[in-house]
T-cell receptor, first 113, second 112 residues
Framework: SQTIHQWPATLVQPVGSPLSLECTVE??????LYWYRQAAGRGLQLLFY??????ISSEVPQNLSASRPQDRQFILSSKKLLLSDSGFYLC????????????FGSGTQLSVL | DAKTTQPTSMDCAEGRAANLPCNHS???????VYWYRQIHSQGPQYIIH???NNETNEMASLIITEDRKSSTLILPHATLRDTAVYYC?????????????FGPGTRLSVLP
């Protein structure tokens, strides 16, 4: 069966510090991978998605970047965090086929202070 | 993708059916209706999806009107663990997930 791992679960970082959140998927190959962010009390905002190694599409220009160094690994990064980067970050995957569902990780609660 | 509108919040008594409505009046013929739910501080969980026929699985039933402009998610016997935010999404059934657009959803509270 397929599983998605996302870590850490919680993170407190000072403004201006770097960020690296990692997500890995097991039990499948060539998944589509996604990073979403959820501000407190809000819906989910798609940040990045990837359909293959080294292929990243950005939905929202901002202080963050994403990379996919391996088929089942997706990394969200920032060189200098802003207060507005605080939120709940979710990694998700889907099979690259028609009408497939999204499967989410457990999320990372990021607080930038 | 078509936009959806859902009530902000709903209450349901434990053991009763929870009926969550969703309006998607501008839905296109090739757009599916998906339902997800999110329990506090967890990732969203897939519930069910459909195109035009009613669907049922072990979690819920999805009723889509004949004109497809609205749908209802039915949890037949709600439990306290069903308290969550429920998202209705319409999207084209292609092989990319970038058009899963999550709105604010409906906050369902199941009351003892």
């Amino acid at each position: 069966s397929q599983t998605i791992h996302q870590w850490p679960a919680t993170l407190v970082q000072p403004v201006g510090s770097p960020l690296s959140l990692e997500c890995t998927v097991e039990g499948t190959s060539n998944p589509n991978l996604y990073w979403y962010r959820q501000a407190a009390g809000r819906g989910l905002q798609l940040l990045f998605y990837s359909v293959g190694i080294g292929q990243i599409s950005s939905e929202v220009p901002q202080n963050l970047s994403a990379s996919r160094p391996q088929d089942r690994q997706f990394i969200l990064s920032s060189k200098k965090l802003l207060l507005s980067d605080s939120g709940f970050y979710l990694c998700a995957w889907s099979r690259g086929r028609v009408n497939e569902k999204l499967f989410f990780g457990s999320g990372t609660q990021l607080s930038v202070l | 993708d078509a936009k959806t509108t859902q009530p902000t919040s709903m209450d349901c008594a434990e053991g009763r059916a929870a009926n969550l409505p969703c309006n998607h009046s501008t839905i296109s013929g090739n757009e599916y209706v998906y339902w997800y739910r999110q329990i506090h501080s967890q990732g969203p969980q897939y519930i069910i999806h459909g195109l035009k026929n009613n669907e049922t699985n072990e979690m819920a039933s999805l009723i889509i009107t004949e004109d497809r402009k609205s749908s209802t998610l039915i949890l037949p016997h709600a439990t306290l663990r069903d308290t969550a935010v429920y998202y209705c999404i319409v999207r084209v059934g292609d092989n990319y997930g970038q058009n899963f657009v999550f709105g604010p959803g409906t906050r369902l509270s199941v009351l003892p």
